[in-house]
């Protein structure tokens, strides 16, 4: 073989280890694309499911008219406290505006919680635990969402406060707005605690 032969061939040689380089590059790239765009695809889908379970249950109004969508984030919102009756489990929360108001001193010394404040009691049906050491009730079922929310002007005859029930069923993963929420525990129950702007929990130290 001449050396111009030999040259040749290695020059062919080293084409085909290009051109195979170069097909497993793109192999590979494309199975990266793809692996992206199935992953971007199942977090849009998770995404848009989310979002469509939240606009069902934003879209409820409470018989009073209150919007359960003025509460949109309430999942988030900081704690004030808890409590429990013998049937429930429950936890307060309060938006940023009660938040804050409550560590400006607020009910304390007459004063009021400023409108846009808001509260909401989430309630869950107990349960005993099978797994700790001791005997305790942890929440089983969500039960319920019980909302208050302040406007000086709309709530006029209610001490500036209005309340709502919005009611969860865990057969359907569905809420409702309760037809009782008018006639339930709402300003008539708290109208003992008016010295303290109707609001029963204080912000527990923690």
């Known amino acids: 073989m001449s050396e111009l032969e030999a040259k040749s061939v290695a020059q062919e040689q080293q084409e085909q280890k290009i051109e195979t380089r170069s097909g497993v590059e793109r192999i590979a790239n494309f ?9 971007l695809a199942a977090l849009v889908a ?47 929360v309060g938006n ?28 869950w049906k107990p349960k005993k635990s099978t797994e700790a050491q001791f005997d305790v009730d942890v929440p089983d079922v969500f039960a319920q969402a019980f909302v208050m929310e302040k406007d000086s002007k709309r709530f006029l005859k209610t001490g ?37 702007d109707y609001i029963f929990h204080p912000y527990q130290k923690r």
């Open 160 to 196: 500036g406060w209005g309340y709502a029930v919005f009611n969860y069923d865990a057969a359907t993963d569905q809420f409702s707005a309760d037809p009782k929420s008018l006639s339930d525990c709402g300003n008539a129950c708290h109208t003992v605690v008016k010295a303290k």
């Open 31 to 39: 199975t990266i694309a793809a692996t992206a765009v199935a992953v």
């Open 96 to 123: 940023p505006t009660m938040i804050k108001a409550y560590k400006a001193g607020v009910p304390s010394g007459g004063q009021t919680f400023p409108d846009g404040s808001m509260i909401v009691k989430l309630q």
């Open 46 to 92: 998770t995404a848009l499911f989310a979002q469509g379970q939240d606009k069902d249950k934003y879209s409820l109004k409470s018989p009073s008219g209150i919007a359960f969508s003025d509460f949109r984030g309430y999942e988030d919102w900081s704690v004030v406290s808890s409590a429990r009756t013998t049937e429930v489990l429950k936890v307060i």
